[in-house]
């Protein structure tokens, strides 16, 4: 099992719709981080959560330590949201640990 | 504000020659990670440099090093290229290694023929 799992893998919705997408793990750490990653490679950081909920524009994320769960959600979505988008947990030694990723297409 | 770059962009080189890919963290930041992103899987973490030294490795042979300078840009060096080298590297730094966001740079994409 891997430490960090994310779903779904591959998600394909149409323009405005509510997405959201899970991110699950198996670890003790000290803080979450949601990655946005564009074709070709180049990789955002859009949230770093150790509790709460945080919202920045139409994303919104959220972790429930107790379940060691989190979400990432994308409201009124558009095509440029497309992407591939990573869970990674911050373990007690600062490293990364990656989810797979999941890979959104909004459709216009 | 400039955001971390990566040099080069791209790169071809072939079976046992070495590479080495350069990286210049955000001004301020002390922290570089590197990581490594083959075809179809998800990035793999390489190396972390703070304040000079290496502060973890993940799970890679030792002919992948590297090292951090005094201004904390950082080198990644591959000795003795094999074809499933062939991948994308990142970078990414942070302005410590504990609780801070990591701001990745473009990333280059070698091709190990």
């Known amino acids: 099992k891997n430490e960090v799992e994310q779903s779904p893998q591959n998600l394909t919705a149409q323009e405005g719709e509510f997405i959201t997408i899970n991110c699950s793990y198996s670890?003790?750490?000290?803080?979450l981080h949601w990655l946005q990653q564009h074709p070709g490679g180049g990789i955002v950081s859009l949230f770093m959560?150790?509790?709460?909920?945080k919202k920045h524009g139409r994303l919104i994320a959220t972790i429930n330590i107790q379940e060691k769960h989190s979400s990432l959600h994308i409201t009124a979505s558009h095509p440029r949201d497309s992407a591939v988008y990573i869970c990674?947990?911050?373990?007690?030694?600062?490293?990364?640990?990656w989810g797979a990723g999941t890979k959104l297409i909004i459709k216009p | 504000e400039a955001g971390v770059t990566q040099s080069p962009t791209h790169l071809i080189k072939t079976r046992g020659q070495q590479v080495t890919l350069r990286c210049s963290p955000i001004s301020g930041h002390t922290s570089v990670y590197w990581y490594q992103q083959a075809l179809g899987l998800g990035l793999q973490f390489l190396l972390w440099y703070d304040e000079g030294e290496e502060r973890n490795r993940g799970n890679f042979p030792p002919r992948f090093s590297g090292r951090q300078f005094p201004n904390y840009s950082s080198e990644l060096n591959v000795n003795a290229l094999e074809l499933e080298d062939s991948a994308l590297y990142l970078c990414?730094?942070?302005?410590?290694?504990?609780?801070?966001?990591?701001?990745f740079g473009p990333g280059t994409r070698l091709l190990v023929l």
């Open positions: 959560l150790s509790s709460g909920k």
């Open positions: 670890v003790g750490i000290s803080a």
């Open positions: 990414a730094s942070s302005s410590d290694g504990r609780q801070e966001t990591q701001y």
């Open positions: 990674a947990v911050q373990g007690s030694n600062y490293q990364l640990i």
